[in-house]
């Protein structure tokens, strides 16, 4: 059975920095693709950035423009985002999520999610 | 603003079919997705463009393209049904992801 599990959502000053990471289980993590996925509260989802399996190709959503990165631990099955200069906006559930490839295709698991709030 | 678009709500009878539509130039050339999402809870893939049906979906759920708009059918809507549906695809470049804004169905 495919896990996600996130951790690290927490209330945040604005330009402060904050790092949510996420463990995956049930599936072999180094062979697939993974992606951050957002959703404001009460609004849609939101796609962040993605990763492949050798981190060779890290893309990202116009609105990050250089404050977030993407990583991974292929031997801890972690998958990281690193925030910086964080504003209100960035309030969000963060969803950590798997795609069906090696690459940008269909993401097809989810995590549960994890708050992120950045107020002063 | 989103490159894919949906409406905002959508209600269907029980028992009914409903189709939620989404549209966006990118569908011309890129598959789209559909996710379930119920109050509370993480989305959930319901129809691939690539794979159909994830193992556990109901087969009343299925999906189409036709030029730059793609379909979610429900045929025989139940009330377990009623979540927000989101359509998802690459955008124009290939290179990124993108969600359209959700519809919101509601069975009566």
């Known amino acids: 059975e495919v896990r996600l599990v996130e951790w690290g959502g927490t209330l945040v000053r604005p330009g402060r920095s904050l790092r949510v990471s996420c463990e995956a289980s049930?599936?072999?993590?180094?062979?697939?693709?993974m992606h951050w996925v957002r959703q404001p509260p009460g609004e849609g989802l939101e796609w962040v950035a993605g990763i492949t399996s050798n981190s060779d190709n890290r893309v990202y959503a116009g609105f990050v423009k250089g404050r977030f990165t993407i990583s991974r631990d292929n031997a801890k099955k972690y998958l990281h985002l690193e925030m910086n200069s964080l504003r209100p906006e960035d309030t969000a559930y963060y969803y950590c999520?798997?795609?069906?490839?090696?690459?940008?295709?269909?993401?097809?698991?989810w995590g549960q999610g994890t708050q992120v709030t950045v107020s002063s | 603003s989103s490159e894919l678009s949906q409406d905002p709500a959508v209600s269907v009878a029980l028992g009914q079919t409903v189709r939620i539509t989404c549209q966006g130039d990118?569908?011309?050339?890129?598959?789209a997705n559909w996710y379930q999402q119920k109050p509370g809870q993480a989305p959930v893939l319901v129809f691939s463009?690539?794979?159909n049906r994830p193992s556990g979906i109901p087969d009343r759920f299925s999906g189409s393209t036709s030029a730059n708009t793609a379909s979610l059918t429900i045929t025989g809507a139940q009330a377990e049904d009623e979540a927000d549906y989101y359509c998802s695809s690459r955008d124009s470049s290939g290179y990124l992801l993108v969600f359209g804004g959700g519809t919101k169905l509601t069975v009566l």
């Open positions: 463009a690539r794979n």
């Open positions: 999520t798997k795609d069906e490839r090696n690459i940008v295709s269909t993401i097809d698991y």
């Open positions: 990118s569908l011309r050339n890129y598959y």
């Open positions: 049930g599936f072999t993590f180094d062979d697939y693709a």
